[in-house]
């Protein structure tokens, strides 16, 4: 008998109670389909018994590439349903990267929308342990290899329930492959008690209650929506999909659906606010947004409409967002540029998070005197369990105790960080990692290439985007555009680099490391940050 | 090294977090005093340290005898930073139960405001375990007998800080004693994981924000305030401190500290309604209420001052709430009386609890038909881990897997609780237990009853009050004033009888058993439930 005084803890008792008290609620709105609550909880439950009917059991993988549609949504539950593990799949990357995904993470089914999968005809048949690949068929495209229909695939299951439980707390509910510095993308571990209690803390700082509505601007593949999946479940509020970010639909919707949350980086927020269909916001709207400071001019902006902004910051392995930038009393009364200059800051640990530091080599805390400078370490309830199959990355990313999260920080007097740099080569692109070193290989595979180096540049749409500075080998003459196209043949084209410069040589140390911070400098001489 | 992805839950986190982001913001309002948090984490830590010099340690009880004053909050915090465990005194109590506490708690410290100690001059020198008084002087009273004055208490404890963690999340944080059906208290055990998880519940489902102000009208000694010592606390709210319900005091309060939220019995809310003082909130307020169903006319004079009312139910067993009646959609827009007829529900659980039941004597679920009766039964993260000391009567209460609340509801079809009786012998009145046995006994020890029976009897200001049935002694003739008067002098006064009815014989069954439901039917006859 289950201890009276214990739950393990759950994602999965947050649809349980959102279908037991709203059954009739409007829990999905996928364009004028309308899932209920109830028909949500059934057909979780029938997704996983019909993984359970093909073969897959406690621990095994799952892989989903599919855009935000309410399948997607679904899976957050169902595998988790069987105390299987779902592998969100970024639908923009290559052919290659998604193989490497599916065998790294050793993913049994994947399941996938054939418009997508379509893509993925050149290696359909050189996946190592995916033994079926479902399709839903939402445009009619055709797959060009076989694929088992989504709904012959929900046949094998039985409507019997499944206890919304799990046996351990820390037992893992998803993998999400983030970019790293290596090139190869690393598989993070989130556990069912992580991903609850980030839920309740994205509850609690976006100010979600019953009443929200939920625009899916950010995609779900992303580190699961910063737990937004479960959260908004949880608080019984009302998801609705949106499959592709596009600035005159989403204005659409926040009228016809009466959106009151949002969650997307600020480079959304521009085409929002730019776009033809701008207008005031029905209702007032709670806009979270992450992966780059918000600038004064959307803060003012989108207050005009009469949205408010939460700035939260974090990595895909914090389970999204870790810290929020608190308003302080006061801050709401002041003028625009002041309060922007506030609400740029990445803020302080979330309430369930434990307190954020920034240090120095030594692991020790810089001092809080908004100058000095030091990388952002993490710790607590909503730090991954690890990097999937890969201790050493692990072992490295949890140096001294907390997470490395690789960006670097002032620490101002009052204990909020606000980020200024970035350790790592990673270059953030409409909150995507692109790993500069993964670039540049592909670059370096062109046979006019001598060398190179990339590096992140501003940019007012995406907030960075790679630029390449490329020397070529003694008498070949490829044009950057010719490059471009080379490297956007090899990985995901949103990696490939906006601008390449052909320079006759690179700058580099005495002993020949190429110093990317001259490069750097050059570029954002006049940005008070080096990330953006 | 601690693990860099689990931290130990604890509400001892919340205060850390709020002295971090929130140092310079009121953390407690007491009359003019005004304490920032950074100050509420100073005083914390100093009163752990004192208790540490004065020999207490990890696992130790400390007793606190205070109404709503800021030691009293910060009491939630300091034994914690210990280890130690707070046991909150109600301090309506007579001498005899608080020293019944003092000893089955084996408290070795007891902190406590002078005027209230001033009651204790008949026990002090016969506490077993208790090693030494506290007392904190804010009206100049004598105790009538030697105790440490709190600054000198203080004094023995230095600012050196500990850290805000505990090493099991699964270790006793409090320690609450409740009357129950045997007459004898029973201290009910809560956790940091339970304590945590319950604030983060109230904070919630009662909506608090960073801006919350919220007014101490329940008293923190009841149930740790319903967790929410803990929960305003995390969320950085203010706390404004109110030793004393007076309808007079609170409307003061709520528009000279611009209140937004409170907690309070339906008694409390008639009284307000009814105050000269009366009149529109100056700012939105939400009213969490519970111990009893607020009536139509509440939820409508409420609504119509500006307050919006959140129906909780839950008892000391269960952290306090453990439900809510969650609005449906459609609920704001109807009649008040419909609407009442609503809100009047205990509702669904908490969303960090697991669904409530109700049940049948077998353990199985009771139509949902809104007709057939059951008992409400709970279990999750939020259930007590036992009564202390007493397997006994912790196995009796967990019997079948679910801790048995004694209350009896019907089960509506959309899955709400509705209480509609009590299968113990329990009078809630103005949200306190008081046990008809322990008034029995107490009426029994008058020399001229013969023998009598207590029921529940509905009341306007307190929600129940107990009524006595007394048959006299042949040739006795005891007034009811008198047997009233008898019964004051032994236990609390709140727990007296208001009315004794002499009878000539009680109502039996053939083996002759008291039918006290003959006696409810009797007093209820107007009524739908037989609770209040």
Same mark, same amino acid.
């Given at each position: ?96 990267? $998604?193989? %490497?995904?599916?065998?790294?993470? *050793?993913?049994?089914?994947? @399941?996938?929308? !054939? +418009?997508?999968?379509?893509? /993925? ?53 998803? $993998?999400? %492959?983030?970019?790293?510095?290596? *090139?190869?993308?690393?598989? @993070?571990?989130? !556990? +069912?008690?992580?991903?609850? /209690? ?335």
């Amino acid at each position: 008998m289950p201890a009276v005084n214990r739950t393990e803890l759950t994602p999965l008792s947050f649809l349980e109670r959102s279908a037991l008290v709203y059954p009739g609620k409007t829990a999905i709105v996928d364009g004028d389909r309308r899932i209920t609550y109830d028909r949500m909880a059934a057909r979780t439950t029938r997704m996983a018994n019909a993984m359970a009917a093909s073969g897959l059991g406690p621990g095994d993988r799952v892989a989903f590439l599919c855009t935000n549609i309410p399948e997607m949504l679904i899976a957050h539950f169902a595998p988790a349903l069987l105390g299987a593990v779902l592998v969100s799949v970024n639908v923009r990357l290559s052919p290659e990267e $998604i193989r %490497y995904i599916l065998d790294h993470s *050793g993913a049994k089914l994947l @399941v996938g929308e !054939t +418009h997508l999968l379509a893509g /993925l005809a050149g290696i359909a048949d050189r996946l190592a342990t995916v033994s079926e690949i479902v399709g839903i068929d939402r445009t009619g495209a055709e797959t060009g290899f076989p694929v088992t229909p989504f709904d012959e695939f929900l046949a094998r299951g039985s409507d019997r329930p499944r206890p919304w439980e799990v046996d351990d707390e820390d037992r893992i509910i998803a $993998i999400n %492959y983030t970019s790293g510095t290596t *090139g190869r993308p690393k598989g @993070v571990m989130f !556990t +069912h008690r992580g991903t609850y /209690l980030n839920a309740l803390g994205e509850i609690i700082h976006s100010r979600h209650s019953p009443d929200s509505v939920y625009l899916w601007t950010l995609p779900m593949f992303h580190c699961n929506g910063w737990c937004t999946t479960w959260g908004v479940t949880g608080i019984g509020g009302t998801h609705v999909c949106l499959p592709k970010v596009d600035p005159a639909e989403i204005w659409s919707l926040v009228d016809s659906e009466q959106v009151t949350h949002f969650n997307a980086a600020p480079t959304v927020l521009i085409s929002l606010a730019n776009a033809p269909e701008a207008h005031p916001f029905p209702r007032p709207v709670t806009i979270t947004t992450a992966g780059a400071p918000p600038s004064p001019t959307i803060i003012e902006a989108m207050g005009n409409l009469g949205a408010e902004i939460v700035h939260m910051y974090g990595l895909t392995e914090t389970y999204g967002p870790h810290t929020v930038c608190e308003l302080q009393p006061g801050v709401p009364g002041m003028p625009v540029d002041e309060r922007a200059r506030f609400l740029a800051r990445q803020g302080v640990s979330f309430i369930i998070a434990e307190p954020t530091r920034v240090v120095d080599d030594r692991m020790e805390d810089i001092p809080q005197d908004a100058t000095a400078l030091g990388e952002v370490v993490m710790r607590g309830n909503n730090v991954m369990k690890g990097y999937f199959d890969n201790p050493e990355a692990t072992g490295e990313a949890f140096r001294g105790g907390y997470f490395h999260s690789g960006d670097i920080a002032v620490w101002h007097p009052d204990g909020y960080i606000d980020l200024r740099d970035r350790s790592k080569d990673i270059i953030i692109s409409g909150g995507e990692n692109i790993s500069t070193i993964e670039v540049e290989k592909a670059i370096a595979s062109h046979p006019a290439v001598l060398e190179c180096a990339v590096i992140a540049v501003p940019h007012d749409r995406w907030g960075e985007r790679p630029k390449a500075f490329v020397v070529r080998k003694a008498g070949r003459t490829a044009s950057p555009h010719e490059i471009i196209d080379h490297v956007r043949d090899r990985i995901a084209a949103f990696k490939a680099p906006d601008e390449v410069e052909i320079v006759e040589s690179l700058p580099k140390t005495s002993t020949g490391k190429i110093q990317k911070f001259v490069l750097r400098d050059r570029e954002w001489k006049d940005h008070e940050r080096r990330i953006n």
